[in-house]
């Protein structure tokens, strides 16, 4: 099975650096490179999984999360994947949203691509009950 994964970061050499790896797992991979089109996205396609930077332009990710929980009401898995000191400033706030939301996972900048792709195929078959 095929999943597919919308990368929302606005850091294009992290995005660029990991989306042929993530490719040559068999993903499908969509990308948005600020908030606002992370959302359109949303809007627009299925997707299995977001990985999502906390800060970027135009909506920040917990403002993303919210509203993929809230206006959108999609159950979809949110891996947050940021910097650390972006995590600790923003931790709370995602705390209260996963608490309120459920499923929502995360990967602290800089990560083994390894670890990343390990992590992401266990969320995924976890979520669709198939074997990793």
């Not at 992370?38 to 920040?60: G, I, Y």
């Amino acid at each position: 099975m095929s999943y597919c994964i919308l990368f929302a970061d606005d850091d294009q050499a992290t995005v660029e650096s990991l989306r042929p790896l993530l490719q040559q797992e068999g993903y499908d991979v969509l990308t948005a490179t600020d908030g606002e089109e992370a959302l359109s996205v949303l809007r627009q396609f299925p997707v299995d999984l977001v990985l999502l930077d906390l800060k970027m332009p135009k909506r920040n990710g917990v403002e993303v999360l919210r509203s993929l929980r809230e206006d959108l009401h999609l159950t979809t898995p949110v891996v947050i994947f940021s910097h650390v000191l972006d995590w600790e400033k923003e931790r709370q706030q995602v705390k209260a949203l996963m608490q309120r939301h459920g499923e929502c996972h995360q990967f602290l900048k800089p990560v083994e691509p390894d670890d990343l792709l390990r992590g992401l195929a266990d969320i995924l078959h976890q979520r669709h009950n198939t074997p990793p």
